[in-house]
């Protein structure tokens, strides 16, 4: 009898799932914490020629170059404001190193699938696309970011180009 408590718990536990969260203007979005491979303070990155706007440019993380996205531009969410609470994400994403600009970082919270709602659906007039759905957490609600997709997107494949330079 104990065993199969045990083995719910142990179910729940696997259900859950751990996101870290950033704050991009007043919302808070969340990421596969398993994606993570570190945060780092915002600093200079160079320029690439002819990149979309959301991408900042490269920087060299230990010898490898690696691609900044910019989310707040990337989501058409205002100009960024870059200060001492800017951080970079540096994230794990398909076999390819990718930074992430977020305006900060919060918080990593384990979510489990009942606290997750499907994402609204807008029509065609918002894309919707990359989030994966909604959670909630008390009074606190985190859009679920499908970082995977988000990255795989065909205006990301630019970042392997800017990732070969």
């Not at 045990?6 to 859950?16: Q, S, Y």
């Not at 919707?128 to 679920?144: C, F, K, N, R, S």
């Amino acid at each position: 009898m104990q065993v199969e408590g045990l083995n719910e718990n142990l179910a729940r536990d696997v259900a859950a799932r751990e996101l870290l969260v950033f704050t991009l203007g007043c919302e808070e979005y969340g990421i596969d914490i398993l994606k993570v491979q570190e945060i780092r303070g915002y600093d200079t990155v160079t320029r690439i020629a002819n990149a979309p706007e959301f991408i900042k440019g490269v920087i060299n993380l230990r010898g490898s170059i690696v691609p900044i996205v910019d989310l707040r531009l990337k989501f058409g969410l205002g100009e960024p404001v870059y200060n001492e609470f800017t951080v970079v994400i540096i994230l794990n994403v398909s076999k390819r190193t990718v930074g992430i600009v977020v305006d900060g970082v919060s918080d990593v919270i384990q979510l489990d699938k009942d606290s997750m709602r499907a994402p609204p659906e807008f029509g065609s007039t918002v894309d919707t696309a990359y989030i994966e759905g909604l959670g909630t957490i008390d009074e606190q609600m985190i859009i679920i970011v499908d970082i995977e997709r988000l990255m795989g997107s065909d205006e990301m494949a630019l970042t392997a180009v800017a990732a070969r330079v």
